[in-house]
């Protein structure tokens, strides 16, 4: 079957968008899909599959994301911005529009040709210095959900995190990430903040089971909660990240994305092997 579909990224995280409203996938048939062509090296690669249907409420369109094991995701904050230049450049949706999610409504807009900004889901859970067992040993945290129903993020320092290699911090990731305390599981964001006030943060995601470039709203859970904490009082918050660079406007208890997208390929999806 050939499945016509653009591959786009956003500060490293790479999607694969399908017009849904045309191919008529059941959620099953999402599932495998996903678990499938995101596999890289056997297939096309990303860290997600986004299929994009027809509005359910008063948005421009609906956009379901899927982790690359197949599993639903509420939302994607940088999924969204390349979803909105997607719906852009294709004369789906103007320059101001709504993209529905499972997590809520979500507002974009166009910046310029490349730079897309996103109002991320709202707070709807927020703990801070939230002190779980790991290993024995006292580990503190804040827990943010954005959106209902809410998409689960840690929030946790690491020292000299541009410096550290990633390998050395896979297994302790893991055990936050699956951690009994956090019933839906999380992402986890780990975060430094420089002199300057920039915040360095890598992201171990739920779904995809790895560190990956960038993870929208970890970034916007990550400078909520050092915001609250008067942590960083930069407006927006600049958020390096391993694939460039984000930055988050914090007002109160709304939380914009704003960062960079890339349209990388449109073609046909010839996977023999996905059905």
């Excluded at 599932?31 to 299929?51: P, Q």
């Excluded at 927020?126 to 804040?142: F, H, L, N, P, S």
């Excluded at 959900?145 to 410096?163: C, N, W």
């Excluded at 916007?220 to 930055?247: F, H, M, N, R, W």
Aim: glycine letters at 8%; one cysteine or more; charged letters at 25%.
């Amino acid at each position: 079957m050939k499945v016509p579909f653009y591959k786009i990224q956003g500060a490293g995280n790479d999607f694969i968008l399908i017009d849904n409203q045309k191919l008529n996938f059941s959620s099953d048939q999402l599932t495998t899909f996903s678990a499938r062509v995101c596999k890289r090296r056997i297939s096309v690669g990303a860290d997600t599959l986004i299929a994009i249907e027809s509005a359910r409420g008063d948005g421009d369109f609906y956009a379901r994301f899927f982790n690359a094991d197949g599993s639903e995701a509420e939302m994607c904050g940088n999924g969204a911005r390349c979803v909105a230049r997607w719906a852009y450049e294709t004369g789906v949706a103007n320059e101001k529009m709504i993209i529905e999610t499972i997590a809520g409504n979500v507002p974009a807009e166009r910046l310029d040709n490349r730079s897309y900004r996103v109002q991320l889901n709202s707070p709807t859970v927020y703990e801070a210095d939230k002190v779980i067992q790991i290993d024995g040993k006292e580990v503190v945290v804040d827990y943010v959900e954005l959106g209902h129903p809410g998409i689960p993020h840690l929030v946790v320092h690491a020292a000299d995190l541009a410096m550290t290699e990633l390998e050395t911090m896979v297994d302790f990731a893991r055990k936050l990430r699956n951690h009994p305390a956090f019933t839906k599981g999380a992402n986890v964001n780990f975060y430094d903040i420089l002199p300057d006030q920039t915040v360095v943060e890598r992201t171990y995601e739920r779904g995809v089971e790895d560190f990956t470039l960038a993870c929208g709203t970890g970034t916007g859970s990550t400078a909520y909660a050092l915001t609250k904490k008067g942590l960083v009082k930069s407006d927006p918050v600049v958020i390096e990240v391993l694939g460039g660079q984000l930055q988050v406007n914090v007002l109160e208890e709304e939380l914009y994305l704003i960062g960079d997208t890339n349209i990388v390929a449109e073609g046909t999806i010839l996977d023999e092997d996905w059905v």
